[in-house]
C-alpha cells in the first residue's frame, strides 16, 4: 500500500454476556443491530484488509457471518465480566498467527457499543497514526466541562481554579476517549497487552458521535443521528 499501512486488522469483541445489559451487542439501535454498524464500518474502511468479530455467542456468530465478518470463537474464560477486552483482541491475534500464519502490521480495535462513526472515519483514524509516526491511536472528543471530585465530603476542582473561571473562548484544550475507535501496532499490543501504548496520538470525533450504549437509555437517546 502507498499508504505504508500494510495488513490493518480491524476486531470487534462481541461476547454474549452483559449484566447490565443483557443481549446488548444485538440490540437494534437505527434498524440494525449493535453489532452490524461496527462490521459495516470496518467493511466500508479501504484501509481495513481484513474484519474479524471474536464472540462465544453463537446469535453473534450467524449475524457476524451474515454481515460479512469472519468469525473467532472466543474461549469461555475470556468471555467473562472480567476479561478484558485486550484479552480478547491478543487470542484473535494468536489464533490467527497459530493457524495462518498471519501477522498484521495494525490492529483497529472497534467496540460494539459504539455504533456511531462517520465514513471516513476509521480511515482517519489509520492515516493520522502513519503520519504522526505514532504507535496508538485513540479517538475523543473535545470535552469543555468543569470537572468535580469529593473528598471526605468535601468538592474539590480537578481541571481548573475556581476562583477564574475560564470564558469559553480560554477553555483550554481537553479531550474525553470516547471508546469508539483505537488504532494500535501490533507490536505494540503483544509487549503491553494494552490497546494504547508507546507514542499516543488523538482523532478527534464531535460530541454527538461520542456515545457509548450502556443502557437501555442510551439507545432511545441516541437514535437517528443522520448517519450510520
Known sequence: MTTGAGEVLAIIPARGGSKRLPGKNLMP??????????IEHARAASLVTRVVVSTDDSEIKAVASATGAEVVDRPADLATDNATSESALLHALGHLESSEGYR???????????????????DGAIRQLLADKADSLFSACRFERYVWRTINGAAEPINYDFRRRWRDQEFP??????????????????????????????????????????RIQDLRMHSATGHP
Not at 439501535?29 to 461496527?38: A, C, M, R, T
Not at 498484521?104 to 476509521?122: A, H, K, N, W
Not at 508507546?198 to 478527534?204: D, L, S, W
Request: hydrophobic content about 35%; glycine content about 8%; aromatic content about 8%.
Open 29 to 38: 439501535w437505527n434498524g440494525k443491530p449493535l453489532i452490524v454498524h461496527s
Open 104 to 122: 498484521p502490521e495494525l490492529v483497529v480495535f472497534l467496540q460494539c457499543t459504539s455504533p456511531s462513526r462517520r465514513p471516513g472515519d476509521i
Open 173 to 214: 484544550a481537553q479531550y474525553m476517549e470516547n471508546g469508539s475507535i483505537y488504532v494500535v501496532r501490533r507490536e505494540i499490543l503483544e509487549q503491553t497487552q494494552n490497546r494504547l501504548g508507546g507514542r499516543m496520538v488523538i482523532y478527534e470525533m464531535p460530541a454527538e458521535d461520542s456515545f457509548q450504549v450502556d
